[in-house]
Every structure is written in structure tokens, then in C-alpha cells.
Nanobody
Framework: QVQLVESGGGLVQPGGSLRVSCAAS????????MGWYRQAPGKRRELVAV???????DYAEAVKGRFTISKVNAKNTIYLQMNSLKPEDSAVYYC???????????????WGQGTQVTVSS
């Protein structure tokens, strides 16, 4: 099995910054892509940012220029640096990972439990 554990959420004022982390562990052979999604109350879960095995990144239009996704391969860990936060960024942020795991080199897609980010004065 594969487990994802997020950390670093919290309360921040508008215009402030926050960094969330996600560490993957378990029977991982390789990870093809990891990313962050978010879900606000009454809304669908949406993509925020993804990073692939070759370090390609993609961002939602709403966060481009403000958020940066990065990773440390040796730790199977990704980070999301969030700057110039707005109240509309408030949501539960979920980590996602896709890749291959043992046994049998099977594919996996895993989700973390989520971390709350609240932007409010």
C-alpha cells in the first residue's frame, strides 16, 4: 500500500504565505506524478498543481504566478509554496500520487487525508 501524509496547513491572512508538504511512503517502486488538489465547501475538487517525474509542472490558472510546486525525489515528498494568498484559496488541500508499487509492479493512485488552508483576516 501507499500512504500520503500532508502537513503545513493553517490560518493565514490575505496576502500572506504558507507552505504545505506531502510525503509518500509504502511499497513504492516509482512515482510518475504528484500533485495538489483542493476542495472548498460546496465545490468540486479541483487541480491546483502537478509535478511529473521529469520535473514538468502545471498549474491552475487561478494560482499561476502565486503558487510553486516542488519535490525532493529521494524523500518522495512534494511541497506547495503558496504566496499572495486570497480568501478564495481557502479549502482543504489534498495530495495525490500516481505510480507503480510492489508487488507485481502494479499501478497505484493514492490520496492524502487533506490539510485545511484558511485565508482570512
Amino acid at each position: 500500500q501507499v500512504q500520503l501524509v500532508e502537513s503545513g496547513g493553517g490560518l493565514v491572512q490575505p496576502g500572506g504565505s504558507l507552505r504545505v508538504s506531502c510525503a509518500a511512503s509504502g511499497s513504492i517502486i516509482s512515482i510518475n506524478v504528484m500533485g495538489w488538489y483542493r476542495q472548498a465547501p460546496g465545490k468540486r475538487r479541483e487541480l491546483v498543481a502537478v509535478i511529473t517525474v521529469d520535473n514538468s509542472t502545471d498549474y491552475a490558472e487561478a494560482v499561476k504566478g502565486r503558487f510553486t510546486i516542488s519535490k525532493v525525489n529521494a524523500k518522495n515528498t512534494i511541497y506547495l509554496q503558496m504566496n499572495s494568498l486570497k480568501p478564495e484559496d481557502s479549502a482543504v488541500y489534498y495530495c495525490n500520487a500516481e505510480g507503480r508499487r510492489s508487488p507485481y509492479y502494479q499501478t497505484f493512485r493514492a490520496w492524502g487525508q487533506g490539510t485545511q488552508v484558511t485565508v482570512s483576516s
